[in-house]
């Protein structure tokens, strides 16, 4: 199989990895090509909202487990291929010289072992680093079970390095991953958290993880909790969530037609929220066996829960009252406790500085007055109704004015 061949497949077989971020880090540049700072980073995105500036291609989707989501598995019939590290080299700097990309996402599947497997990943990024000198941004799997010292070489190399967590709950690893336990994935987890607060240099750019969502039935409270309780013990980046891709036709999964995507972007909004806005897992769900109402996202979620806590009003609330307003973000509750100081805001000038008022109306006063009459004592349910009425959130669309009805009723004043 020439390079392209092998390209074609590794490739394809990568996509399924969504944990690849390509900014954040400040390597310093001595010598040779590439770099990156943010003006050399050119991010690109899909429709919804991956980056794709990176070469990403798996070293080999030749693996020795069998887990039972992945197109990979060591009993699925499929087109094997595996890189040299020589080759991943030369086709990172080609690519990089054509500009085609930016940096570099390597992960793999695991043949041989875990300890030949992420060998092989820190040869290839030795090469890019050493024999190229290439300084740009380069992503690297730790793969479970292979040996500490080779992730620490590794990292000293790499930008970011990430450990799929995979699954949310021990009790769907045992189920669908039977050659991977917890200790395997949270081990070299910790020690990449260790490492880079003891040495400076060392994966800069910090780590990742992904989970698969829709595989199994675990409910996205256990998803939003672990992935607080992760940033906040290993102090991750980022969390990414991968709606399951049916490629399997396993018993042990759950049966799903098309991808959850609706779901993934409600979890991304959680996470948000607990990054961001300090929100914790227990204040967004009411239970461990909940899951984010699809229809809402999960801030109007939580303020139709806590009618109580509003109105809020803008003149006098704090910054912290403010962010939780749904249609306040970060920005414009800066503007709001910056502005107010000069004088009381009203509705007007809060749509200037970026609140989105068809969902904020509902949860604010200025200068004690609702931005409508009826808006007063409104339930739950009505307010979800409101929020959610497709006819409501329509775009307005231009007039045609070679229309003739049109045209006569702007000639006549009707318009």
């Not at 080299?89 to 930016?102: G, S």
């Not at 040495?199 to 990742?208: H, L, M, R, T």
């Not at 979890?267 to 699809?294: C, G, M, P």
């Not at 979800?384 to 004043?413: A, C, H, M, W």
Request: proline content about 4%.
């Amino acid at each position: 199989m020439d390079i392209l061949e092998k390209l074609e497949v590794l490739g394809a077989a990568a996509k399924y990895d969504v944990s690849c971020a390509s900014s954040g880090s400040k390597r310093e540049k001595h010598f040779g090509i590439g770099s990156t700072f943010s003006a050399g980073i050119c991010h690109s995105w899909t429709d919804d909202g991956r980056c794709i500036s990176l070469l990403k291609v798996l070293f080999t989707n030749e693996c020795i487990f069998d887990c039972a989501y992945c197109i990979n598995r060591k009993s699925n019939d499929i087109k094997r291929a595996t890189f040299t590290p020589q080759e991943i080299a030369d086709l990172t700097i080609n690519f990089y010289k054509r500009n085609y990309i930016e940096g570099l996402f390597l992960s793999s599947a695991i043949k041989n072992s875990p300890d030949w497997t992420m060998e092989m990943l820190f040869r290839t990024v030795w090469l890019l680093r050493y024999k190229y000198q290439f300084n740009g941004y380069i992503h690297v799997k730790a793969i479970p079970y292979a040996s500490l010292d080779l992730i620490r070489k590794t990292g000293f190399l790499a930008d970011r390095m990430s450990v799929n967590i995979e699954l949310p709950s021990e009790k769907s690893l045992k189920l669908l991953c039977p050659n991977k336990t917890k200790e395997s994935i949270l081990k070299p987890m910790e020690f990449i958290t260790k490492v880079a607060e003891e040495e400076k240099n060392f994966v800069a750019a910090g780590q990742s993880t992904q989970m698969i969502i829709g595989a199994t039935d675990d409910s996205d409270y256990k998803i939003i909790n672990l992935s607080q309780h992760l940033y906040k013990k290993f102090k991750l980046k980022r969390v990414y969530y991968s709606a399951y891709t049916p490629v399997n036709n396993d018993p042990r999964i759950l049966k799903v037609e098309s991808p959850p995507l609706l779901r993934e972007h409600r979890l991304y909004q959680a996470d948000w929220l607990i990054r961001v806005y300090n929100f914790s897992a227990d204040e967004l769900f009411k239970s461990k066996d909940e899951n984010l109402d699809l229809e809402v996202d999960p801030k109007v979620m939580w303020a139709l829960r806590n009618l109580d806590r509003f109105p809020v009003e803008v003149n006098r609330a704090s910054y912290e009252q403010l962010i939780r307003v749904p249609g306040i973000g970060i920005k414009s509750a800066r503007r709001i406790i910056k502005n107010r100081v000069f004088h009381s805001l009203e509705f007007d000038d809060l749509k200037k500085m970026g609140v989105v008022l068809k969902r904020a109306k509902y949860f604010i006063t200025c200068n004690g007055k609702t931005f409508e009459r009826f808006l007063i004592d409104l339930e739950p349910e009505k307010i979800k109704q409101k929020l959610t009425d497709k006819n409501s959130l329509q775009r307005p669309q231009q007039l045609s004015f070679f229309d003739r009805e049109v045209f006569t009723s702007v000639i006549t004043g009707e318009i």
